[in-house]
């Protein structure tokens, strides 16, 4: 059975923004389609063939912005697999974006976080190991 997720859908503020976030992140990805709501909102898809995040234009300011791990419903982070950690730091901290990554000291996978124009936190991995067991292993600490 096939199971993927297909895209995300983010309501933001600022989609220029966003998408020098994504595109730092993510070199290969290009904007897919783009167009106006019947709001008069923009919306826009960038990503691969594969996948991609939906941003859509929000005229409001959230009521209360997400904070991480304080039990606020709602999304806590996005995670995105990546096969060269390091590399993505230096584009990200080279574009001048905030690295809100934990000490990592497990064996089988490094995380960076970086928070994004809006506010939320995304969270970067890159697996050491093709063992499943391993990329998998819970009981190391990552922090």
Same mark, same amino acid.
């Given at each position: 059975?096939?199971? *993927?997720?297909?895209? !995300?859908?983010?309501?933001?503020?600022?989609?220029?923004?966003?998408?020098?976030?994504?595109? +730092?992140?993510?070199?290969?990805?290009?904007?897919?389609?783009?167009? +106006?709501? !019947?709001?008069? %909102?923009?919306? @826009?898809?960038i990503g691969t063939d594969d996948t991609y995040i939906a941003l859509g234009q929000s005229r409001e300011e959230p009521a209360k912005r997400?904070?991480?791990?304080?039990?606020?419903?709602?999304?806590?982070?996005? !995670?995105?697999?990546? $096969?060269?950690?390091?590399?993505?730091?230096?584009?990200?901290?080279? !574009?001048? &974006? +905030? $690295?809100? %990554? /934990? /000490?990592?000291?497990?064996?089988?996978?490094?995380? @960076? &976080?970086?928070?994004?124009?809006?506010?939320?936190?995304?969270?970067?991995?890159? &697996?050491?190991?093709? *063992?499943?067991?391993?990329?998998?292993? &819970?009981?190391?600490?990552?922090?």
């Open positions: 059975m096939l199971i *993927k997720l297909e895209h !995300a859908n983010l309501c933001v503020r600022d989609i220029e923004g966003m998408v020098r976030f994504l595109q +730092t992140a993510f070199p290969e990805f290009r904007v897919r389609g783009e167009g +106006t709501s !019947a709001d008069g %909102t923009r919306w @826009l898809h997400w904070a991480p791990y304080q039990g606020v419903p709602g999304v806590n982070h996005l !995670a995105y697999e990546v $096969d060269d950690v390091e590399a993505l730091r230096q584009r990200m901290l080279a !574009a001048g &974006y +905030t $690295d809100s %990554t /934990p /000490p990592n000291k497990h064996p089988y996978r490094k995380r @960076l &976080y970086f928070y994004d124009p809006e506010g939320n936190d995304w969270e970067f991995v890159q &697996y050491l190991s093709e *063992k499943v067991v391993e990329r998998n292993d &819970y009981r190391l600490p990552d922090r």
